[in-house]
């Protein structure tokens, strides 16, 4: 009786072990400095959210939260190196929609699957884009731009911070939403962009409202609409272009946080809701705001969500376009 009693009590003991250390370790997280990788150089965008983020979440944290730029090959080396690491919590990506675009626009070179090899954690603000226009363009929002591209086809041209960077996507899908043809101006960069638009160099082009909003401001270009599903808090005169002419277009950059995939659930909620407790602040939603961001947040869930959307349809917009990096 007694040695058929042995193996239950071994099963019992096991159980009650792995319980125990269930609940020590997490208990015990965080016990050691947090990293976030960031796939950007210092001093960009990117990097100034990143550094910002950290020294918030390490007050909820309760351990130093530090930030490493490992820019290169369009964020495919950051990206890579955090999907790689161990999957423990301590090593975490910083990226935009960046992380579903390059893998599409670089197959060769990315050692990483964006929806497999990553473990959303949470968004964290998504950027307020707008469609912006030269004065001479004979269109005051997305509808009548529409109507006169549809009556004048190629006409126009659009520029782009660069081919297949978020400015270009924004502008194809705005084409095969609408039904309508752009001749697409690449450019190294918005600044270069900008500064030909205003010259009537070329005519369309979608941009960050950070940037883009002083010289909107100014009247040497016109803002047609946001290309986010809500308009933004710091010009909230500008239409979306949902609204003002092509309803359930929607187009937004995000920033978010990212885990290796495998890293356990307690973790990835303990991340998550000290980042939206953190997003959540007064001061940082404030920040936000005066970068041209809008504050996001939410569960791991939603966020996974969003990030599986993005990856199916940037990768239908390639496709159809037939964007390829030179």
Not at 39 to 56: C, I, M, N
């Given at each position: 009786?007694?040695?058929?009693?042995?193996?239950?009590?071994?099963?019992?003991?096991?159980?009650?072990?792995?319980?125990?250390?269930?609940?020590?370790?997490?208990?015990?997280?965080?016990?050691?400095?947090?990293?976030?990788?960031?796939?950007?150089?210092?001093?960009?965008?990117?990097?100034?959210?990143?550094?910002?983020?950290?020294?918030?979440?390490?007050?909820?944290?309760?351990?130093?939260?530090?930030?490493?730029?490992?820019?290169?090959?369009?964020?495919?080396?950051?990206?890579?190196?955090?999907?790689?690491?161990?999957?423990?919590?301590?090593?975490?990506?910083?990226?935009?929609?960046?992380?579903?675009?390059?893998?599409?626009?670089?197959?060769?070179?990315?050692?990483?699957?964006?929806?497999?090899?990553?473990?959303?954690?949470?968004?964290?603000?998504?950027?307020?884009?707008?469609?912006?226009?030269?004065?001479?363009?004979?269109a005051n929002n997305a509808g009548e731009l529409i109507?006169?591209?549809?009556?004048?086809?190629?006409?126009?041209?659009?520029?782009?911070?660069?081919?297949?960077?978020?400015?270009?996507?924004?502008?194809?899908?705005?084409?095969?939403?609408?039904?309508?043809?752009?001749?697409?101006?690449?450019?190294?960069?918005?600044?270069?962009?900008?500064?030909?638009?205003?010259?009537?160099?070329?005519?369309?082009?979608?941009?960050?409202?950070?940037?883009?909003?002083?010289?909107?401001?100014?009247?040497?270009?016109?803002?047609?609409?946001?290309?986010?599903?809500?308009?933004w808090d710091g010009a909230p005169e500008i239409p979306?272009?949902?609204?003002?002419?092509?309803?359930?277009?929607?187009?937004?950059?995000?920033?978010?946080?990212?885990?290796?995939?495998?890293?356990?659930?307690?973790?990835?909620?303990?991340?998550?809701?000290?980042?939206?407790?953190?997003?959540?602040?007064?001061?940082?939603?404030?920040?936000?705001?005066?970068?041209?961001l809008i504050p996001m947040g939410g569960s791991v869930?939603?966020?996974?969500?969003?990030?599986?959307?993005?990856?199916?349809?940037?990768?239908?917009?390639?496709?159809?376009?037939?964007?390829?990096?030179?």
């Amino acid at each position: 009786m007694t040695r058929k009693l042995i193996p239950h009590l071994l099963s019992l003991c096991l159980a009650a072990g792995a319980l125990a250390s269930g609940a020590a370790h997490a208990q015990a997280y965080p016990n050691k400095p947090v990293k976030i990788v960031v796939p950007y150089a210092a001093g960009g965008g990117g990097d100034v959210l990143a550094r910002l983020f950290s020294d918030k979440l390490r007050v909820r944290l309760g351990q130093p939260v530090l930030v490493e730029n490992k820019a290169g090959a369009g964020t495919l080396i950051g990206s890579e190196f955090v999907a790689k690491s161990p999957a423990d919590g301590y090593t975490l990506l910083l990226t935009t929609n960046t992380l579903v675009i390059a893998p599409i626009l670089n197959a060769s070179a990315a050692k990483f699957d964006p929806v497999k090899d990553f473990a959303p954690v949470v968004p964290i603000a998504s950027i307020a884009i707008v469609m912006v226009v030269h004065p001479s363009v004979p269109a005051n929002n997305a509808g009548e731009l529409i109507a006169y591209l549809k009556k004048n086809p190629d006409k126009l041209s659009f520029g782009s911070s660069g081919t297949g960077g978020i400015t270009h996507l924004a502008a194809e899908l705005f084409k095969a939403r609408a039904g309508v043809a752009m001749t697409h101006v690449p450019y190294k960069g918005a600044a270069p962009a900008l500064t030909d638009l205003m010259a009537g160099q070329i005519n369309v082009f979608w941009d960050a409202m950070i940037t883009a909003n002083p010289i909107i401001k100014s009247g040497k270009i016109k803002a047609l609409g946001m290309a986010n599903a809500k308009r933004w808090d710091g010009a909230p005169e500008i239409p979306t272009i949902a609204e003002s002419g092509l309803p359930g277009y929607e187009v937004s950059g995000w920033y978010g946080v990212l885990a290796p995939a495998g890293t356990p659930n307690d973790i990835l909620q303990r991340l998550n809701n000290d980042s939206v407790e953190t997003i959540k602040e007064p001061a940082f939603a404030a920040e936000l705001q005066r970068q041209g961001l809008i504050p996001m947040g939410g569960s791991v869930d939603n966020y996974r969500k969003i990030v599986a959307a993005d990856s199916a349809m940037w990768a239908n917009v390639i496709k159809s376009a037939n964007i390829k990096i030179d």
